[in-house]
């Protein structure tokens, strides 16, 4: 049954069927039995039901929010199914009660007789109320369904929140319209005009529904500004509102429907519970056919627009006939009514244009992007786009509303990692399967290794077939390769069926919020047994929407499957988890040619990776690191589903702090005999490098959002040029930092269609300042016309001071202190006025030390970090007794993570005289913290011992809660906030009763700012 696309969904429906039959059914049941109870009369049998109806709707809504935002949270699945049975039982406990209380009384009326003024209701048989509440409840499932694929397009990230809120809305609207029946129908009477009436609107409201899709961004958006200041719930209130906007109306008047049917029928002279169970069935029929083809044949044929449209013309349909049916005198009039109600309903779907929703989300809204449409089906499995982004100059693969591919840059490296990294990493590997087709990136690098024999590739949505043509450049016509086998089948389905056994199983980028059962240990079980002895498998890890906590519930549960797992970098939002069943044993020499294999090479190379130091420089943390990280938090599994309940809207900066200071190396894992004294320095300058690139696309990622975008791209920048110190003119870095010759002619293309483009210029300085070509700075400056922006006066500047001309500087740096928009840039300006005036008195020969030190500080400050290492050790030679200057520069290169050149200058003060008690404490924290750093690093997984400024010997345990703390305090008295943050965490993992390391985790994160996390 693998690879049927109809076969597939057949069998899982019968499978469901055959499982809720019966528990639905008796659900079925309740409502006529208690209106059997409950009516005694005919004449209030339209508003009892009404309001039991409205009851039972109520709680059913309150069920759903219940469950869907707090109760699968916090109990599980179990738990809620467990809480559930428990209410139905006592529920039927009080039933029973009530029933023998009732003992030998019988109703008044368990039959109810045709009214006397029931008027044209007598002219409708019994039946046909049944067929016409059956098309309505066709109708009304139907409009579910599109609504709810329409509307994914709107309420965004987090699916089984969408889920929730549509349903609840939906829910909402039925049991308000129920509950109001009694107040508006009070004397039963035009019952029949009134479902017709009901019909109509519904139908109406139905058609212009796709319209109103088209103000739905803006109007979110408007919400999302207007209400509280909680991000989370303001986030779900404003997508709660604007599925209201789209289905409350039409859902009242289904609310209605329900008790008008029922008196209609009631009026053939049944009882009460006979009345409420026929109609009940009828519509629930109509619900079940109206979901089926709604989704299994609407959907794929017309699209969710047109379909809409369609559905609307039954609700005109059956209008139409309850029209005719409730004319008392004038049946021509009414009769020419129905005609132009139905005539406007096939107008409507006949005229209606079927635009993809797509076209109405916020990729086509939002005024920052351009997006053009070069693709779009609206089928059963999903809505699939294909977008080009005309500004960001890619191509993005779009499924119901959310891209979850790109052609960037750093995306196209996350998918070439998903292949090539495990490929490399493993021996022979034959048999690869892939996990998501999406873009085709990955199955295409597993097909060129020469020991692949076949790669399989499970894909739900049949038409990434269609898609596949638009990512050409990326997946090279895979389709066609002899090696690769599609499959058309559910991921997780198909390793719960297949009997195949794989060398490596990839997933490919699908987020736990839209894939959530690839994410449960549950998962990772089942592909174990799928796994050859020496197989892999690789994850893709996400790092935003995730609290800290999550995040390490999403490693953990990986790591509790495959214990020898190991982390690995590509972005601050995309990491990759490598897992196996034994212990990773990597041969440099075997890793550095399967590199270079034909194909493979030119693969990576097109992404700058295909330097095989850059790929094992990626690693970020090894098997005991993660178990170390992750001990004491749980795993998401299908019954606690931790990580599908997420109410994380971004990534959080505790997550990039354990990135950035939890990171271990390859080299223990790398064979002794490949590892020469030279392979293992040059892969250690790449770890450095690799530390700083990510140090500065972390600042990009958390600081997206930030107003002072001018401050963001400067820090960042300290980083990157920190990193090509390390790695001068390595091409990964100067293609993600967008200094390139290719970035060069694109900033000038731009202002050669638009000399006054200000982002162009500033752009074009910025990238001559980083590739440090200070002639072409000036000569950019000079082809500037009309006023400079803020940018280019700091650059002037700067390029003043490098001259030495002071004067010119200062008047430079002044104007930017006083005029400049950005706040940091106005801090630059107001700090390089005081590095020109200490610099005056450094050049005449009059600074003191501290005002040196003050300006090796600035500079350091400011960014210009060569600069700044040259003030301090010029500072140290002019004061060689003083220990001060030591630990200035101490001080500044472990804020740069420069611990090895750190630690000798601590060492050097700490034998000087130092008569200061507190000044001696500091110098010997910088000592201790530096060395047990050291030491952490060169046996991140052995205890060790570090020697004291008296000679002593203090051990340091990787495992032990004891180090961390008191490396996280030592990190704490001195400012690295970040750091020390990392370090407790690790404490309270290892020892979660400790309260010393939670509450140094709190003083942590309250003085980074972080004072929610810390309380």
């Not at 086509?364 to 294909?386: C, I």
Request: proline content about 4%.
């Amino acid at each position: 049954m693998q690879g049927s696309y109809l076969l597939l969904p057949v069998a899982r429906f019968l499978l469901c069927f055959a499982g809720l039959l019966v528990p639905t059914a008796l659900m079925g049941g309740t409502l006529p039995a208690i209106t059997r109870f409950f009516v005694r009369e005919r004449g209030t049998l339209g508003g009892n039901v009404g309001a039991l109806y409205a009851l039972n709707t109520f709680g059913a809504m309150a069920g759903c929010f219940a469950a869907g935002f707090f109760l699968i949270p916090a109990l599980g699945v179990q738990g809620v199914s467990l809480l559930a049975a428990a209410v139905n039982l006592l529920a039927a406990i009080v039933a029973f009660v009530v029933s023998r209380s009732e003992k030998g009384e019988t109703p008044a009326a368990t039959t109810i007789e045709p009214s006397a003024d029931a008027g044209a209701e007598r002219t409708i048989r019994p039946r046909a109320v049944l067929w016409l509440f059956g098309a309505a409840g066709f109708a009304s499932l139907a409009y579910e369904v599109l609504w709810t694929r329409a509307l994914l397009f709107f309420l965004g990230w987090f699916a089984v929140y969408a889920f929730t809120i549509i349903l609840t809305t939906f829910l909402f609207g039925i049991a308000l319209g129920s509950a109001v029946f009694p107040l508006l129908f009070r004397r039963g009477k035009g019952l029949l005009i009134a479902f017709a009436a009901i019909e109509i609107g519904i139908g109406l409201f139905g058609a212009i529904s796709v319209s109103v899709f088209g103000g739905l961004f803006d109007l979110i958006r408007t919400l999302e500004s207007g209400l509280i200041q909680d991000n989370w719930w303001r986030f779900i209130f404003a997508r709660a509102g604007g599925s209201f906007a789209i289905v409350l109306v039409p859902t009242f008047l289904m609310g209605l429907a329900f008790p008008i049917a029922a008196a209609l029928y009631a009026r053939a002279g049944r009882g009460s519970g006979e009345t409420v169970g026929n109609v009940y069935a009828a519509n629930t029929v109509g619900s079940i056919l109206g979901s089926l083809l709604a989704g299994f044949l609407l959907l794929p044929l017309l699209g969710v627009a047109r379909s809409i449209a369609a559905v609307a013309l039954v609700n005109f349909l059956v209008g139409g006939i309850l029209l005719v049916a409730g004319a008392r005198r004038s049946r021509l009039l009414a009769g020419a009514a129905a005609i132009a109600v139905l005539a406007a309903g096939a107008a409507n779907l006949v005229l209606s244009e079927g635009r993809p929703m797509i076209l109405q989300s916020r990729h086509f809204k939002d005024p920052n992007r351009d997006m053009r449409l070069l693709y779009a089906h609206e089928g059963t499995t999903a809505s699939l786009a294909v977008l080009n982004d005309a500004r960001g100059g890619h191509i993005e693969l779009n499924i119901n509303g959310e891209s979850t591919a790109y052609t960037t840059y750093t995306d196209m490296q996350v998918h070439l990692m998903l292949s090539h990294a495990p490929l490399l990493l493993a021996g022979e590997p034959r048999r690869v399967l892939v996990i998501g087709f999406g873009m085709g990136a990955t199955s295409y690098g597993a097909v060129l290794y020469p020991s692949v024999e076949r790669v399989d590739c499970v894909e739900l949505v049949p038409k990434e077939v269609e898609t596949a043509a638009y990512f050409y450049h990326v997946n090279h016509g895979v389709l066609d390769d002899p090696k690769f086998r599609l499959i058309i089948d559910d991921g997780r389905s198909y390793i719960l069926a297949t009997k195949e056994r794989y060398d490596l199983i990839s997933f490919n980028a699908i987020h736990p919020s839209h894939s959530p059962a690839l994410y449960t240990s549950d998962f990772y079980e089942k592909c174990r047994e799928r796994l050859t002895d020496d197989g892999l498998i690789c994850a893709w890890v996400p790092t935003n929407s995730f609290t800290e906590r999550q995040f390490q519930i999403l490693l953990k549960t990986f790591v509790a499957v495959y214990p020898h797992s190991s982390l690995w970098y590509v972005n601050p939002n995309h990491l990759v988890l490598i897992g196996a069943n034994k212990r990773l044993d990597l041969d440099p020499r075997e890793f550095i040619r399967k590199a270079a294999l034909p194909g493979v090479r030119e693969d990576l190379a097109r992404y700058t990776m295909e330097d095989p130091y850059r790929l094992l420089a990626f690693h970020l943390m090894d098997e005991h690191a993660l178990e170390r990280y992750t001990r004491t938090v749980p795993v998401n599994s299908d019954d606690k589903p931790y990580l599908e309940y997420s109410r994380e809207l971004y990534t959080r900066p505790e997550i990039i702090d354990a990135m950035l200071y939890n990171r271990t190396s390859i080299l223990p894992y790398l064979r002794e005999s490949g590892v020469t004294d030279t392979l293992a320095a040059k892969l250690e300058r790449y770890e450095e490098a690799a530390f700083h690139l990510l140090a500065s696309q972390a600042i990009t990622w958390l600081e997206a959002r930030a107003e002072d975008v001018s401050g963001m791209i400067w820090r960042a920048d300290v980083e990157i040029l920190e990193a090509l110190r390390v790695l001068p003119g390595d091409p990964n870095l100067e293609v993600i930092a967008g200094i390139t010759d290719v970035d060069e002619r694109i900033y000038r293309d731009k202002i050669a269609a638009n000399p006054l483009d200000d982002q162009a210029w500033n752009s074009l300085i910025r990238l001559h300042r980083l590739r440090g070509e200070w002639d072409k700075v000036a000569g950019v400056l000079e082809e500037i016309r009309g006023a400079p922006t803020d940018e280019a006066v700091l650059a002037r500047g700067l390029l003043a001071f490098r001259a030495a001309d002071l004067a010119a500087a200062e008047e430079a740096f002044a104007r930017l202190a006083r005029r400049a928009d950005s706040p940091f840039l106005r801090e630059t300006g107001g700090r390089y006025l005081e590095i020109v005036r200490l610099d005056r008195k450094r050049q005449g020969g009059s600074a003191s030390l501290e005002e040196l030190l003050s300006l090796a500080d600035n500079t350091w400050a400011a960014g210009d970090r060569a600069g700044a290492e040259a003030l301090f050790r010029e500072t140290i030679a002019l004061f060689p007794d003083r220990p001060l200057p030591l630990v200035a520069f101490g001080l500044a290169l472990e804020r740069s993570m420069r611990i090895e050149e750190a630690e000798p200058l601590y060492a050097a003060a700490i034998r000087m005289a130092i008569k200061k008690e507190d000044f001696r404490d500091a110098v010997t924290r910088g000592l201790e913290r530096t060395r047990t750093m050291l030491a952490l690093r060169g046996r991140p997984n052995e205890a060790s011992g570090i020697e004291g400024p008296d000679g002593s010997t203090t051990p340091i345990d990787p495992w032990s809660a004891a180090t961390r703390l008191r490396l996280g305090e030592l990190f704490l008295a001195d400012g690295f906030v970040d750091r020390a943050s990392v370090e407790f965490r690790i404490a309270a993992t290892l020892e979660p009763e400790n309260a010393a390391a939670y509450e140094g985790l709190g003083r942590a994160l309250a003085r980074r700012g972080l004072v929610e996390e810390a309380k």
